[in-house]
């Protein structure tokens, strides 16, 4: 069975950090681009950060110089940093596998004091 599993997710305070992790089964990893994707209660989904296939990373606006994502093709595992909190990053964070549309159950991250 093909999936996506994240963990990694809880309750922080605002400044606080958290590391996302998603991990691919049943299916190789190294070849694909890989996406973080968040949504917010309310909220459409949204891009966090994009990994390609040789590791060219991108970051929306709202995360670049706090967030980081990263891959371990030996692991076959994605991973997201995420530093310097703010309420607003409140969110259940996705991993999603483009080529074919493939997502995890979500991790639920909460920012709060």
């Known amino acids: 069975q093909v999936q996506l599993v994240e963990s990694g997710g809880g309750l922080v305070r605002p400044g606080g950090s958290l590391r996302l992790s998603c991990v691919a089964s049943g299916t190789i990893f190294s070849p694909y681009d890989m996406n973080w994707y968040r949504q917010a209660p309310g909220k459409q989904r949204e891009l966090v950060a994009s990994?390609?296939?040789?590791?060219?990373?991108e970051y929306s606006e709202f995360v670049k110089g706090r967030f980081t994502i990263s891959r371990d093709n030996a692991k076959k595992t994605m991973y997201l940093q995420m530093n310097s909190l703010k309420a607003e990053d409140t969110a259940v964070y996705y991993c999603?596998?483009?080529?074919?549309?493939?997502w995890g159950q979500g991790t639920q991250v909460t920012v709060s004091s």
């Open positions: 990994i390609a296939r040789n590791g060219d990373t």
């Open positions: 999603n596998r483009p080529f074919d549309d493939l």
